[in-house]
């Protein structure tokens, strides 16, 4: 099946949608939010019959939707959010994806770009140094006897009390760093041995740590809630749950391919595998998923520990003031989760299963929530650009309450596999055009580099423009980059 154009009903400047009856098996109208250009992008994959089979999924509600970012993915499109109702809803491993609870940590100094410009090289040498990145690199903590447990269980808390996170950080973060109902004893042995050495590394692939500066501020009021102003020199770190969350999901997938045929559950693609929300299989998958996510939060908690280290190590006895030292977390989003929200269905509140899979939460005005200092602004909402480009702050709307289950875009949405951009793009070529940019690179590998090039990406600042005009998410900040860490 392929989608065209013409088979949308262009319903707002922004939004297209599916009906319900274009394929027999919908349940619900398939939307995408997008313009023009990134409509006829988003054409040449095949997302869009993606999101077409996920408005199949038993118990969808209201209807299935898609970011502007986007892009093929397995089962869901990376960008789709569909919630179910519960309880007898269904829950997907293939809506959240294989990095479970992939997020972005955005931190704050109160620098400005030129006190840091002298010692960027040193900051960016610290920060490889001290952040393990790459495919299967192991950690600095050591996770022994019961410690691994624990961290599924308590998340940032576990962090915390090793005296290596404040309590503001986990304020800041989404969930409080820790997101309720995780039952290690769901988790395989694979998944366990995979996950015991990698705590505090950032990986591969599409994930960084970036040292950036605020470009230019579109909203005072939401900026000075969050702690931003032009030239401060902030750090974005990107990366998920590492080889725990992908054996998680690859488990689940495995078993779940017997569980949609023990409950009768006829699907378009088998990649959409599930299991009612109340059924034991549908709880087993949501206790391992939890923990993976807490993993995750862990994970770049001790990340923010190691930036502060190499804030330290790096500006400490070069006359800055005092304050050069304190990093402070503005906050912590997820985007590859599945959470159990109360949500607007049929005119009530209802309890469904937001899955949001390469979307983020974009909570609005007055959600609980919220950390009180941004309660009354709403949610900050990270979106990071491709290596090189801008990166956007974003905040949550009461539009995105109503209309998306208060969800966003996560990013800028990938136009070319990593195959097709290793083969399209230098390595070394493009690190030395990044570096004439002024922007320090410190990676290892030229592939990996290559294949995370602006080329391989959709304009980001066209993805924001489309959510911000389209009233899910306002702009706050442009981030601009200074210095790029990837493994």
């Known amino acids: 099946m392929t989608v065209h154009k013409q088979d949308f009903e262009r319903i707002g400047p922004y939004v297209w949608q599916l009906p319900a009856g274009y394929r027999k098996d919908m349940r619900v109208p398939a939307r995408l939010y997008a313009d023009e250009t990134l409509l006829r992008a988003t054409l040449a994959d095949r997302s869009l019959e993606q999101l077409v089979n996920t408005a199949t999924m038993p118990g969808v509600v209201k209807y299935a939707m898609a970011m502007p970012d986007i892009h093929q993915g397995y089962g869901f499109p990376i960008g789709g959010v569909v ?3 519960l309880p007898h809803g269904v829950i997907s491993p293939g809506g959240v994806g294989y990095d479970i609870n992939c997020g972005v940590r955005l931190l704050a100094s109160a620098l400005r770009r030129e006190e840091v410009a002298p010692h960027l090289s040193d900051l960016a040498n610290a920060l ?7 495919v299967g690199v192991r950690g600095s903590v050591q996770l022994q006897g019961n410690n691994l447990d624990k961290v599924l269980v308590e998340g940032s808390r576990w962090v915390l009390r090793k005296g290596w996170a404040t309590r503001e950080d986990l304020q800041h973060t989404e969930e409080g760093g820790r997101l309720a109902g995780a039952d290690p004893a769901k988790l395989s042995d694979r998944a366990r041995t995979r996950g015991r050495p990698q705590l505090g590394t950032l990986g591969a692939g599409n994930h960084f740590i970036e040292v950036d500066m605020v470009a230019e501020v579109f909203d005072q009021e939401a900026a000075a809630a969050f702690g931003l102003f032009e030239q401060q020199v ?6 998920g749950s590492r080889g725990l969350g992908h054996q998680v999901c690859s488990d689940y997938v495995r078993r779940f391919q017997k569980t949609v045929q023990k409950y009768g559950i006829d699907l378009p693609d088998r990649e959409l595998v599930c299991a009612p929300w109340d059924s034991p299989e549908g709880q087993d998958y949501f206790a391992a998923m939890a923990c993976a996510a807490n993993y995750a939060f862990a994970n ?3 990340l923010v ?5 190499s804030f330290e190590e790096a500006l400490a006895g070069k006359g800055l003031p005092a304050r050069a030292l304190e990093i402070r977390q503005v906050y912590d ?3 590859n989760m599945a ?3 109360l949500h607007k269905v049929r005119g009530q509140r209802r309890k469904v299963c937001v899955h949001r ?3 983020t939460r974009a909570f609005g005005p007055g959600a609980e929530a919220l950390p009180e200092d941004y309660r009354a602004v709403g949610q900050p909402v990270l979106v990071p650009g491709s290596m090189g480009t801008a990166s956007y702050v974003l905040v949550g709307t009461e539009g995105a309450m109503d209309e998306t289950f208060g969800s966003s875009c996560h990013g800028a949405g990938r136009t070319m596999s990593r195959k097709k951009a290793k083969k399209s793009v230098r390595g070394d070529s493009l690190r030395k055009e990044l570096e004439a940019a002024g922007i320090r690179v410190r990676a290892g590998s030229t592939a990996g580099l290559a294949e995370e090039s602006p080329a391989a990406y959709k304009d980001v600042s066209r993805v924001v423009e489309v959510v911000h005009q389209a009233g899910i998410a306002r702009k706050v900040a442009c981030l601009h980059p200074l210095a790029v860490i990837k493994g």
């Open 83 to 85: 919630a179910t109702e």
């Open 305 to 309: 520990h190691h930036v502060r280290r």
């Open 333 to 335: 989003i997820t985007h």
């Open 339 to 341: 959470k159990v929200e």
């Open 234 to 239: 902030v750090v974005q770190i990107h990366c």
């Open 300 to 302: 770049r908690q001790v």
């Open 128 to 134: 490889y140094r001290n952040c393990p990145s790459g």
């Open 357 to 359: 899979k390469g979307a």
